[in-house]
């Protein structure tokens, strides 16, 4: 074995990109495996390098007071693909940070292309990798190519958990009716790349919000294969109207709530709200902001153009569904993310356990420092715990219960607490410094490794 071999990432999504890039970085070879074009998903649409596939959101950028944008800057400060595209794509979003998908996908493949250390092939790997590639890095996501996925249950003994993931509409910007919607983000909120009133507005008073809840109820829904019926719906991904059978206010304190907006002409909050966000930089395309949904296209159509401001509305995407799938991680992952069963695999991204674009990114960034540090000879230590890396990290190898395991965003929940005199307002930012400290001392040392 030599330090020139290559280091193979299967999949060429978020986590698997990111993956890439990170082992090319500490100077080892690596081999990027992405399946599209040679075999499509069933909610891909091109064949692009981490390809957005639900929202553009990467969600709240206060690294202070969030641990999604805590995370947004630990991922800067670890010089990530990822958060270097999303930079370059980022369109106004109030407090988030969103992209324009095509140009996101666009810059990660160009700098993918771009680097001499990095091969990218267009081919699947149809079951598990050839017994010669001594270490590869899994990260092919909830859309696993089935021979591969049932390679992976075969190994592990594993039924791999699954649940199903919807995709919001997107609506044409023109095709909105401004004199009944209006701009603001909520609380005027100021943005990385907006101005305080970024969204989109649609108002609802009391009696046609009722009328558009009990058609959701109603609606045909998309059915599903029977061996999907028993799956489960991840939580915080429903589609709005599995939120709406849980009651008629269920969408008013959810996607629907209307704190922190005012009708201008009105002067008053609505009784609930549909928010659409950019999606593209020329601010031609808005998505519907928790309007994932499983109903038909034609009943989507019908029924969210009775949303005011879109009695005429224009969609430039539907929604859908796909099934997704996770490894049982605690279990079946150490703590170099790599399969008990068969070390010479790591596993990265979705597929481990974590959900969200910013956690697959965390895992792929983790998985490819791993692999590349073992490739040099020595062993990567994990990020600290109080770190969202870290905390990430350790959730999905041995932090979640293996009994109940679910995908799990980043969340100040899997921190470790500060000490009883830390003020309650006071913890989550002081949670925020603690861990760029200590993200700092670990880039430090693994520097010192390196070397």
Known sequence: MTQTESVHVIGGGLAGSEAAWQIARMGVPVVLHEMRPVRKTDAHQGEGLAELVCSNSFRSDDAESNAVGLLHEELRRCNSLIMRAAEVAKVPAGGALAVDRDVFSGEVQKVIEAEPLIELRREEIAGLPPTDWDSVVVATGPLTSPPLAEAIRTLTGEQSLAFFDAIAPIVHRDSI?????????????????????????????????????????????????????????????????????????????????????????????????????????????????????????????????????????????????????????????????????????????????????????????????????????????????????????????GGADARHFQPMNVNFGLFPPLGNDVNRNERKPAMSRRALRDLANWLGSTDAAAA
């Open 177 to 397: 009716d401004m004199d009944k919607a209006w701009f603001q983000s909520r609380y005027d909120k100021v943005g990385p790349a907006g101005d305080g009133a970024d969204y989109i507005n649609c108002p609802f008073e009391k009696p046609n919000y009722l009328e558009f809840h009990a058609a959701l109820l109603a609606a045909e829904k998309t059915e599903f294969k029977e061996w999907e019926k028993n799956t489960p719906y991840f939580e915080g991904c429903l589609p709005i109207e599995v939120m709406a059978e849980r009651g008629a206010r269920t969408l008013t304190f959810g996607p629907m709530k209307p704190v922190g907006l005012t009708d201008p002409k009105t002067g008053r909050k609505p009784y609930a709200v549909v928010q659409l966000r950019q999606d593209n930089k020329l601010g031609t395309l808005f998505n519907m902001v928790g309007f994932q949904t499983k109903m038909k296209h034609g009943e989507q159509t019908r029924i969210f153009r009775m949303i005011p401001g879109l009695e005429n509305a224009q969609f430039a995407r539907l929604g859908g569904i796909h099934r997704n799938t996770f490894l049982n991680s605690p279990k079946l992952l150490d703590a170099q993310l790599r399969l008990k069963a068969m070390p010479s695999l790591r596993f990265a991204g979705q597929v481990t356990g974590v959900e969200g674009y910013v956690e697959s990114t965390a895992i792929g960034l983790i998985a490819g420092r791993m692999a590349a540090a073992q490739r040099l000879g020595y062993e990567q230590t994990p990020p600290p715990p109080t770190t969202a890396l870290g905390a990430l990290h350790s959730h999905i190898t």
